[in-house]
Structures are given as structure tokens and as C-alpha cells.
């Protein structure tokens, strides 16, 4: 499932850099926060890798 905003796409990373030990859990806030408890590795990974070309900032921008 790709990403549908750049700001998704963003928390993933984050989110999947907790997950591998590469930023501290209690860093986290929102979205990544939200994102690192409930998603795998895999999910995170697959969020993550979306190209953000041509896509809005946050998805409230999309119309």
C-alpha cells in the first residue's frame, strides 16, 4: 500500500527507524508514534519507500 501524502510517507520512516533500532521510541510523536505500535516492519517498509513525486504534502491538500 503506497503512500498517499508526503507527510505519511514521512512518519513511516520514522516510524520504521524505531522499529530497527536506528531512533528511541520515546522520540516518537503523532503519526510515527501511532504508525511504529500498530504496523510491521514490512508495512512500514512499503509506506516508506513510496515515491513522493507528484504527491501533496499532506493529504488534506489533495482535491
Partial sequence: MPAKSKAQQQA???A????R???K???L???SKSMY???SEKELLELA???TRDMPDHK???K
Fill in 60 to 62: 488534506s491538500d489533495e
Fill in 49 to 51: 519507500e513510496t515515491d
Fill in 21 to 23: 533500532g536506528e531512533k
Fill in 16 to 19: 520504521l527507524a524505531a522499529k
Fill in 37 to 39: 505500535e500498530s504496523m
Fill in 29 to 31: 510523536k503523532g503519526a
Fill in 25 to 27: 521510541v520515546r522520540e
Fill in 12 to 14: 513511516a520512516g520514522i
